[in-house]
């Protein structure tokens, strides 16, 4: 659960633009966004407090209490960052303050865990789904859910309706959606080449016929 608030300070950030952006990025501060209940603020964060506050017990889904230049505090979650995608470091981050007595919606991230007896018949576990929505007050969204798979043997499913979901924790997504299955190996490979096979055809990769090769020329003449 997400049971801690993580101070974060940041500045004020009165000038705008890429070009200023890549200087304050120089310098090991991020440029960002707090979109507040009232108006947004652009303001700038160091780095390193981002990472630490992003990666503490409530991980990307933690409430941040936002103080800009020592102003008054702003109850915030991470609402997006973008990264660079050579350095993968975070180039940009877009903060929403909330208030936490609302609900909000959030992405949950789900981790499998245990040993499903279907890899010992040779079956091979997969996921579908990685990521789930929710709805929950701020200091309930959890960091992140977990889902045991102990009991999944060949052929079965597991959807997201049997995920364990904190009190207070809604589920936005379909319920019938598959999570988890375990398949045998031979069947995922025919499902991979049927699968490869009608998007060939779709996209027109089939060899064209003698006739229809001799069109163009024609044409060109």
Do not use: C, W
């Not at 979109?35 to 630490?52: C, F, K, M, N, V």
């Not at 230049?69 to 903060?95: A, M, N, W």
Request: charged share 25%.
């Amino acid at each position: 659960m997400t049971s801690q608030r993580v101070s974060l300070a940041v500045k004020a950030r009165p000038v705008l633009g890429s070009a200023e952006s890549r200087r304050l990025r120089k310098q090991g501060l991020i440029p960002g966004v707090l979109y507040g209940r009232e108006q947004p603020h652009a303001i700038s964060i160091a780095e390193r407090d981002l990472r630490t506050a992003l990666t503490g017990v409530g991980g990307t889904n933690a409430v941040l209490d936002v103080v800009i230049d020592g102003g008054s505090t702003h109850s915030s979650v991470l609402k997006e960052y973008q990264l660079d995608r050579i350095r993968g470091f975070i180039t940009h981050v877009d903060l929403q303050e909330v208030r936490l007595d609302q609900p909000i919606h959030a992405t949950v991230t789900v981790h499998l865990v245990g040993e499903a007896p279907g890899t010992k018949e040779g079956g091979v576990l997969s996921q579908a789904v990685n990521e789930i929505t929710v709805e929950a007050l701020p200091m309930e969204v959890p960091a992140q859910l977990e889902f045991d798979v102990s009991n999944l043997r060949v052929n079965d499913t597991a959807r997201l309706g049997e995920l364990q979901l904190p009190a207070g924790v809604t589920l936005l997504d379909d319920p019938d959606t598959a999570l988890a299955s375990v398949t045998m190996q031979a069947a995922l490979e025919d499902e991979t080449a049927e699968g490869e096979a009608a998007e060939a055809t779709a996209e027109g990769d089939e060899p064209a016929s003698d006739a229809e090769s001799a069109e163009p020329d024609a044409a060109e003449e």
